[in-house]
């Protein structure tokens, strides 16, 4: 698009604009408030970055995913025409509830402050402009709306450009990119929200006034916490097969190790895409929504590269166990996708397809390292993982019940299917003690244990454990996952240290 073609675009934007407020009375058609005759600036607001802890681009594409994956196909098809093309068709294809988003309660603030003394404000974005409408009705503090129209991308020399024949008397510019520079170039005054080190500098050897506001955390901290390191507790499943059977060489040690690593890999990017997929939900619940992508600690984008970043890297670990191994991952890699896209909206499946998730951690286990596993182990684990994904869902409903919800947000599931919940994780924890029983009176039992007697003592551990978990989750003294509850709850530390005694107990005696 040459210059000329660019600035007639942008002249039509604005007459656009301006039709469409006159039609719906929304503003005077004088844009700039008078001071004693003189034109006063106006503060400028942008919305990604700024006035919300997150991305429009991403937020759209991403609740378009999780709409339907079929979606990926209408954005593929949007791709050639342009950036405001696909603005625009992801704001069609991602229903989004603008209350929900992540707003910078400092940037509120200040533009609160300068209506108080009189000022006028506008919010201006690259976001596709019915967004910008639909986000700057529910605030309630701008005079002004204007975003892409899905031909022009209102983003940095344009949007200079656009605002300097809009506003004539002058605007103050808040922005948080180094897009935003061309428009601070052109701006009375520079605010800027959480810009970096040596952008700062940048505006301010600019021959204007500057201000600078810091909201945001540490980025390393939102990071980590994102990928969930307290999740990895559930992949030191893949060392079960080898204390089954007592294999404790160097050799196999170290490929349970690798297999952990790589489990973790995989398992942090499905936790990204879970997250990615779950903003909205996680957004309604009193305790997901602090989490760094759905309350805007950690950038949309940083999510969607590492995605498949830390795939690729658990891939090329797997790869060192051998393709039996990369194979398996690549079916946990499916079936959670699946289940995040599909399963974890249907009722009972979402439950076995969990179970299914744990047991499958076992089998890697027993694949990279070489060792059988049981139909004991795997009856077992069936069993007693199908409990803890149970028990998950009935935390979920207790939620739901003290939040005064009709159902899970996100589920398929009513708060009247709580006590059916409750008894499946009770029936299923049960019954894998009941295996252990069994188990204990098996041939292969005595080819691993000198003495069998201590080893009864697991099952009513188990049994005590089991049944406090779900008297916990009952009480709403739990959190969403039974796991990460047990490993910071001393109760249940002390039993996982029982157990191990009695089974050395039981191989030493």
Known sequence: MTESQTSARLMALQADASRSMNEHTIVPTDLTARAGGVLAPVLVVDLDGTLIRTDMLYETFWAALSNHWLNVAAVLRALPRGRAALKRTLARLGPLDVASLPFNEEVLDYVRRWRDQGGRTALVSATDHRLVERISEHVGLFDDAYGSDG?????????????????????????????????????????????????????????????????????????????????????????????????????????????????????????????????????????????????????????????????????????????????????????????????????????CALAALYTLRIVAGGFATDVYLSVWLLAFSIFFFFSLAAMKRQTELVSSVEEGEGKAYGRGYITGDLPLVTNMAVGSGYVSVLVMALYLNSPAVRQLYFETAPLWGICLVLLFWLSRMVMLAHRGQMQDDPVVFAAQDKVSMLCAGLIFGLAVAGMIM
């Open 151 to 351: 031909t022009v991308n209102l983003k940095g020399p344009r949007k200079a450009a656009f605002l300097s024949a809009r506003f004539p008397g002058g605007f103050v510019y808040m922005g948080d990119s180094g897009s935003d520079y061309a428009i601070w170039e052109r701006a009375k005054q520079a605010v800027t929200v959480d810009v970096p080190g040596l952008l700062r500098s940048r505006v301010d050897a600019l021959a204007i006034a500057s201000e600078h506001l810091t909201t945001r955390g540490s980025l390393v901290s939102a990071f980590w916490r994102a990928l969930r390191p307290h999740q990895w507790l559930k992949n030191t499943l893949v060392f079960l097969p080898l204390l089954a059977a007592h294999q404790f060489d160097s050799v196999s040690i170290g490929k349970a190790v690798l297999a952990f690593v790589a489990y973790s890999l995989v398992a942090s990017s499905v936790y990204l895409l879970n997250d990615l997929l779950d903003l909205a939900a996680d957004r309604a619940h009193p305790r997901k929504r602090a989490r760094p992508f759905a309350s805007g600690a950690l950038p949309l984008a940083w999510g969607t590269a590492l995605v498949p970043g830390l795939l690729l890297a658990g891939s090329l670990v797997s790869l060192l166990l051998g393709p039996a191994f990369l194979a398996i991952m690549a079916i946990y890699y499916v079936l959670t996708t699946v289940y995040s896209f599909v399963l974890k909206r249907l009722l009972i499946i979402d439950i």
